[in-house]
């Protein structure tokens, strides 16, 4: 940085002159006032005085659900991994279950997750019109071999579209595939979209250890682009759980944001945007780590040859094509991806039902600061051109 004074207080060379500051604050102070305003009149436009959601008019892209029962395994030998549910002891009022794997309890549920009406009564007072709901990642069992999954997955789908069917087009279905063998993702994807009618589907941020920009899975996205279907990215099994000191919760707190920000630099060195340009991918807990990665790739790209022969097109660009949802925790950071991505590709997440998740998306958007036009793309239009089938919009 410049000094702002000379060693015997006169200004440095290049230093503003009184007259100049002075005109430069009037200057800051003027846009200053016109970005405070605007941005009082987006948070007038969806919180209420009291704070309150003024209407009922978000989207929220990341919402999950687990079915109050699954279904035993049919085949001879059951999988380790194979979910069940049991009994809990109620919350604060409410039936609570716990979700076993591997003979152990993975996540105490609540209704939230399986009942319809306990959902819809929650979603008008957290502003939100819409939900697209999907499986609790775990739930996705790439690590089981395909033909066990593949059955298990179509009950998940299955139970997304009931929930859906009783909601009377409030909740929207992103169903599951079994994407640890293409040919059978692609048939799965085919009965969620063709038969079920789902906007698209969820997938893990890695197919077991392997990142979803890999070229084995290019089949599998070009038939999302055929079919028009939507893909929202989770973290699941994340890289790096090894280097964290401290209790299991810290798979969500850090190690998820982390593998999600590696799923989406994958894609953008694998070149995937470039192959499928009308391809639309959401990653979830605001893009993770990407956001902070992406300057380092970008400088990288311009001052190493191998980079800029392998990756086409400037990686900020690509990042720019990629859907985020908002769920950070952070109005600064909520801010600065709107920055860094445009305000065109942010989008409501809350990760409901579960402990961790925004309870007030609309209230998280109006502390961020942003003028009016962007707040009416995060709240609902950006997810409209997401999910673009459940509106009957074209993508």
């Known amino acids: 940085m410049a000094e702002r004074s000379g060693a015997h207080g006169v200004a440095a060379a290049g230093a503003p002159t009184p007259s100049a500051t002075a005109a430069a604050t009037g200057t800051s102070a003027i846009a200053a006032t016109s970005s405070a305003s605007a941005a009082s009149s987006a948070r007038s436009s969806i919180l209420a005085p009291s704070g309150t959601p003024r209407c009922a008019c978000g989207i929220d892209i990341h919402a999950h659900i687990v079915p109050g029962h699954l279904p ?79 059955p298990l997955l179509r009950f998940l789908n299955e139970q997304i579209a009931e929930m859906c069917a009783a909601s009377d087009g409030v909740l929207l279905g ?71 000191i401290g209790p299991p919760p810290l798979q969500q707190v850090l190690a998820y944001p982390t593998d999600v920000g590696l799923a989406a630099a994958s894609v953008i060195t694998g070149g995937l945007m470039q192959q499928l340009p009308s391809l639309r991918l959401a990653f979830s807990h605001g893009g993770g780590t990407l956001a902070m990665l992406l300057p380092r790739l970008q400088q990288g790209w311009q001052v190493f040859p191998a980079l800029r022969d392998s990756i086409p097109e400037s990686p900020i660009e690509q990042a720019r094509k990629l859907f985020y949802d908002t769920l950070v925790f952070d109005a600064q950071t909520l801010s600065h991806l709107v920055a860094r991505f445009g305000s065109s590709q942010l989008m409501l997440g809350t990760d409901y039902p579960f402990n961790f998740h925004d309870r007030t998306p609309l209230d998280s958007l109006a502390a961020a600061g942003l003028d009016a036009a962007a707040v009416d793309q995060v709240t609902a239009g950006n997810a409209k051109r997401f999910l673009a089938r459940a509106f009957a919009l074209p993508s």
């Not at 939230?112 to 502003?127: E, I, N």
């Not at 293409?182 to 789902?198: C, M, N, P, S």
């Open 72 to 150: 035993s395994y049919l085949g001879s030998t059951i999988p380790a991994s194979w979910p069940s549910m049991a009994d809990a002891p109620p919350q604060r009022g409410l039936c609570h279950r716990h979700v076993m794997i591997a003979g152990k309890t993975y996540r105490t549920v609540s209704e939230q997750c399986w009942s319809v009406p306990r959902r819809l009564s929650d979603l008008a007072g957290m502003g939100l019109k819409h939900q697209a709901i999907s499986p609790m990642p775990e739930l996705l069992s790439y690590w089981m071999d395909a033909s066990d999954a593949q």
């Open 174 to 244: 992103l169903g599951a595939v079994p994407l640890q063998d293409v040919d059978l993702a692609i048939q799965e994807l085919r009965h969620v979209i063709e038969t079920l009618g789902f906007a698209g589907v969820e997938i893990g941020s890695n197919i077991n250890g392997v990142p979803i920009g890999d070229p084995r899975f290019l089949p599998f996205f070009e038939a999302c682009v055929a079919l028009d279907a939507a893909l929202l990215v989770h973290a699941i099994k994340p890289a790096g759980m090894d280097r964290l």
